[in-house]
């Protein structure tokens, strides 16, 4: 079975502050991971994701993501916070027999002027 | 031009009765969802068809039952509503050929659901 696990439902940072939500992955296949962004009361977009190529992943709105196999880690970075960037992050995996796409249970990002 | 659309975006009823979300999109997708996210903002996928044929069903009530008409539709029936269906139904679609290689979902703005 496939999962995350988002640390700190809840992150807040200073505008112009790094950015930095934790994910860790459970997989017993090479997994497919992937970063989606929510806006209050919208539905979710992609911001990135990794497929088994490259492992640092760059997205939108200079969103970053870096594949650490070692540590099952997928952590989303980025370098100075924006006050636009403040949202609910998921983390996802799929992969393997599975052709379903599992959520962690989010991280609300907060950014303070 | 919306991608993924869901009708209506509000909906508030009773217990008891029997409800429907209608999903439609304009990506040519052959594959599309149905997620919940409940008031905790977790997600759970329900249902997925590809190309009219369900391929996922989870552990759902029978009360709600999929339908795909065609590929770019895929609506959701409720029956007999109870106040533990009050949640946020996503509609997604994506393009897979019935694998999840690429997992890019786009998303509808969701249907909340309010069952008094």
């Known amino acids: 079975a496939q999962s995350v696990t988002q640390l700190g439902s809840h992150v807040s940072v200073s505008e112009g502050a790094l950015v930095l939500l934790r994910c860790n992955y459970s997989?017993?296949?090479?997994?497919?991971l992937f970063w989606y962004v929510q806006y209050p009361n919208q539905g979710l977009q992609l911001l990135l994701k990794?497929?088994?190529?490259?492992?640092l992943v760059k997205g939108i709105n200079d969103f970053e993501a870096e594949f650490k196999k070692s540590e099952t880690s997928f952590h989303l970075t980025k370098p100075s916070a924006h006050m636009s960037d403040a949202a609910e992050y998921f983390c996802a995996v799929s992969g393997g027999a599975t052709n379903k796409l599992i959520f962690g249970t989010g991280t609300l990002l907060a950014v303070q002027p | 031009d919306t991608a993924v659309s869901q009708t209506p975006k509000y909906l508030v009823t009773q217990m008891g009765n029997d409800k429907s979300i209608k999903c439609e999109q304009n990506l040519g997708h052959d594959t599309m969802y149905w997620y919940k996210q409940d008031s905790k903002k977790f997600l759970k996928i329900m249902f997925s068809?590809?190309?009219?044929?369900?391929?996922i069903n989870e552990t759902v009530p029978n009360r709600f039952s999929p339908k795909s008409p065609d590929k770019a539709h895929l609506n959701l029936h409720i029956n007999s509503l109870e106040l533990g269906d009050s949640a946020v139904y996503f509609c997604?679609?994506?393009?897979?050929?019935?694998?999840?290689?690429?997992?890019?979902?786009?998303f509808g703005e969701g249907s909340r659901l309010t069952v008094l």
């Open positions: 997989s017993s296949v090479p997994p497919y």
């Open positions: 990794y497929t088994s190529a490259a492992t």
């Open positions: 997604a679609s994506s393009q897979n050929s019935g694998r999840l290689y690429t997992g890019e979902l786009f």
């Open positions: 068809y590809n190309n009219k044929e369900l391929i």
